[in-house]
Nanobody, 125 residues
């Protein structure tokens, strides 16, 4: 059973940066497509970014393009989400999720089977 643990969230001022980590145990993360999602209070969960297995493809929500970057470190069995130029509207709980579907990189929740517990990101002055 793949287990995912997110970390790296916190309080940051607008314009600042954070790097979220999604560390895996119980499986080799390079075989999995990984999605990052977020959910703000009172709002539906939305897809932020994804990367296909073996890192062949990545995708971003329009709201974060040019500011967020997804990447893998296979040696650490970890996927990262580098978030720059953060805005108050980026405030949310961020989750990573994994799927074994080959070639997958989508920003909807349904294909992803394994989820982390989330990490809070708060952007405020």
């Amino acid at each position: 059973q793949l287990q995912l643990v997110e970390s790296g969230g916190g309080l940051v001022q607008p314009g600042g940066s954070l790097r979220l980590s999604c560390a895996a145990s119980g499986g080799t993360l390079d075989y999995y497509a990984i999605g990052w999602f977020r959910q703000a209070p009172g709002k539906e969960r939305e897809g932020v970014s994804c990367i296909s297995s073996r890192g062949g493809r990545s995708n971003y929500a329009d709201s974060v393009k040019g500011r967020f970057t997804i990447s893998r470190d296979n040696a650490k069995n970890t996927v990262y989400l580098q978030m720059n130029s953060l805005k108050p509207e980026d405030t949310a709980v961020y989750y990573c999720a994994a799927s074994l579907i080959v070639g997958l990189c989508v920003l909807r929740s349904s294909p992803y089977d394994d989820w982390g517990q989330g990490t809070q990101v708060t952007v405020s002055s």
